[in-house]
């Protein structure tokens, strides 16, 4: 359980899926983003939102294979109108091609920003929906949706705003029709799929 000591860790191998593209410039700094394809266990994949500096596509140009990325879950919100508000993605800290399997794995450290919404999917099991919110550096989180499922479902519902939990899981995709006026749009939800989950102390009270 030393993992779930970890405040944000994000720890991916997958296939490129497309090429990088242009994101925005924060700081002078231009940032790309391209999609890794991650393959689940059930043969289902999952397309989950990279994003990397300049500086850090010469390694994505010369190798093949699996590229394994390690970084950290970001959120922001979305005032353009188009796609979805909250925008989730892996902000890579380092990257290499290589060989290996299929990973995803998510380690978070944070604060239940809103109450825990326990609800039953139509094949009857329980599921909890949870926004945890993580701090980083210089006063600023990034608030990101979780789902746990069946006792840890159970579980977390019981837990109140401001409960600081742990938690280890994945990055999960999930495409929806959204209707709105009477036009039906795909969209795709992106939450962390929760394995295991505790409360703990906040970061700096251990």
Known sequence: MEH????????????LAQKPVYSHTSRDVEFFTFPLEVARLSGNTDLINILVRRAQLEALEAGEGLLKIS????????????????????????????GGEDCNRVYLRGVLCKKPNLRVTPMGRDICDL?????????RSDY??????GMRAREAALWDVGEAVALEGRIQSRRYIKTADGVSEEKTAFEVSVTEIERSALVGEE
């Open 144 to 149: 990101l949706p979780c789902i746990a499922w």
């Open 131 to 139: 926004m945890l919110a993580v701090n980083r550096r210089y006063g």
């Open 4 to 15: 779930m000591l970890e405040t944000n860790k994000v720890e991916l191998c997958g296939a």
């Open 71 to 98: 970084g950290e879950l970001r959120s922001f919100n979305n005032r353009s109108g188009v796609g979805n508000r909250l925008v989730i993605t892996v902000l890579a800290r380092e990257i290499a091609f290589g």
